[in-house]
């Protein structure tokens, strides 16, 4: 069988069809990635839930309460990573995303289940202090909804699969690089 790693169109093609997979797929080890962000008092970092993945638009879309820390980030630099990491196949897939803001789409709310609408409605805010856990409230709200799109700037690929190990980077043109 052939190797995605021996060309850099395939393996452009290739973790393309694996980030899609992870949006497809909640078992998927690419669906649960890492968003890191520039916030205000320095990097923060938290696992998202990946919610599609366009090859053809550079795009990525990962799905958020308003009123969240990652937001506010973004707000202020909108410049954030995408860390991907599938233990089974060892590789290492880095997103250097560009975000934009997709506020209370209604077509995208039609698609979210009912018990991930639980995670847009939480009362009081993500964040707040509250005096113990039962005390939080949760009310599905669209308001609270949003899709932040990531413009896919550079894909920085490392295979451990591979003796030696293999990476490139697509910054949208493909290039070795020693690991
Ligand atoms: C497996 C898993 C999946 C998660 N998926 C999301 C998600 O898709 N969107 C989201 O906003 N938070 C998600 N979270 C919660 C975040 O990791 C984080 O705790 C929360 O969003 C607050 O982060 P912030 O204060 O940095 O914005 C998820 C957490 C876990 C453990």
Known sequence: MSDPFDRLGTLEAHIWARLAEGAAD??????FVTLATIGADGPEARTVGLRRADRAAREVEVHSDLRTAKVRALEGDPRAEILCWG???????RLRVRVTFLPADPDRWARVPDEARLNYGTDPAPGTAIPAPETLRRTPDIARFVALLGRVERIDV?????DPH?????????RWVAP
């Open 166 to 174: 293999r990476r490139a980077i697509f910054a949208p043109e493909g």
């Open 26 to 31: 909640a078992r998927d080890p690419f669906r």
């Open 158 to 162: 490392v295979s451990l699969a591979h």
């Open 87 to 93: 233990a089974a196949v060892q590789l290492q897939v």
